[in-house]
């Protein structure tokens, strides 16, 4: 697929191999589904930024609102005692962490006054989660034991590289083995920071550029797939850094934002990919309506195009 015009050509010559698609839900236009979480029983939790509601989408495909905020949601992840954790801003426009239930029981966690943009979160240990902070350039760890939160790493590496950009520094976070590999987008880099035995970060650096990437997640064999939201495709990197689109805007990737891999048995290689629809930066056709798509990678790359 063409590069969108006016950004960079850093995915033209990138291989493709196409993942078979399945729509599972879609969207008015104009909705900005932000981020997805899957419980064990298979139910996919998505939040839509503008409006602030988490929807719930079970094995029907019918989407129904599993809680609201009178503000702007951004990041979920799912906690082992089966509650979501959202990040967002309260309707006073405060950087804010909220704990839902499983009931869809909403509840204020922390607020950060000192934050500016928090957006993906996950897990360091049962009881901590990082939380990246996209304009700060910053990665807070919040406590659930204690409700704390402190700062956890702040580097120029994770900031933009002028304070007037508006694309977010520090993005997706996602931990595989003793490193955590966080997105920043405006810089176009994937960059890894090692876990020290006292869960304190070391030396931040660059992993991989120019790759412009919003969320990821890993595969058992530390292979990454992430979404290049204003490229409007999901592509794979390697542990060695070599990159393969596997989704495209005809998958219905348009303004794609985030994934998580599935987690039944016999769903551990579907991919479920949330989109805008080109919200951030409309295709050549206008607007899209936002979608929900399952790709499934495990029979990815049958049939292999070079570009």
Request: aromatic share 8%.
């Amino acid at each position: 697929m063409p590069t969108p015009a006016g950004l960079p050509l850093i995915f033209a010559d990138v291989p493709v191999a196409i993942a078979p698609s399945h729509p599972i839900a879609e969207f008015p236009p104009g909705t900005f589904l932000e981020s997805i979480a899957v419980a064990s029983d298979g139910t996919l939790f998505v939040s839509s930024h503008l409006d602030g509601k988490v929807l719930r989408i079970g094995a029907d495909g019918v989407p129904v609102v599993h809680a609201a905020i009178a503000g702007k949601a951004t990041g979920l992840a799912l906690t082992s005692a089966g509650d979501l954790l959202l990040t967002a801003w309260d309707a006073d426009g405060l950087p804010t962490v909220y704990s839902i239930s499983p009931q869809g029981v909403v509840a204020v966690l922390a607020t950060l006054p000192d934050a500016i943009f928090l957006n993906g979160l996950t897990p360091l240990s049962p009881s901590t989660y990082l939380i990246a902070d996209s304009y700060r350039g910053a990665i807070w760890q919040l406590s659930l034991a204690d409700q704390s939160v402190s700062l956890w790493l702040e580097h120029p590496l994770l900031a933009r590289s002028s304070e007037d950009r508006e694309f977010p520094a520090v993005n997706g976070l996602k931990i595989y083995g003793q490193t955590l590999y966080a997105s920043n987008t405006e810089r176009m880099q994937l960059i890894r920071i090692p876990i020290q035995p006292n869960d304190q970060p070391g030396e931040p650096e660059i992993f991989c550029e120019p790759v412009n990437l919003d969320d990821f997640a890993f595969d058992q064999e530390g292979s990454l797939y992430g979404t290049t939201h204003i490229y409007n495709s999901v592509i794979k990197i390697t542990p060695d850094c070599r990159i393969t689109t596997i989704a495209e805007a005809e998958q219905g990737m348009a303004g794609c934002t985030a994934l998580a891999f599935g987690t039944g048995a016999g769903d551990r290689t579907s991919l479920y990919v949330v989109t805008n629809g080109g919200l951030s930066f409309p295709l050549p056709s206008g607007l899209e309506p936002a979608k929900v798509v399952r790709l499934e990678i495990g029979i990815a790359g049958q049939q292999f195009l070079q570009r």
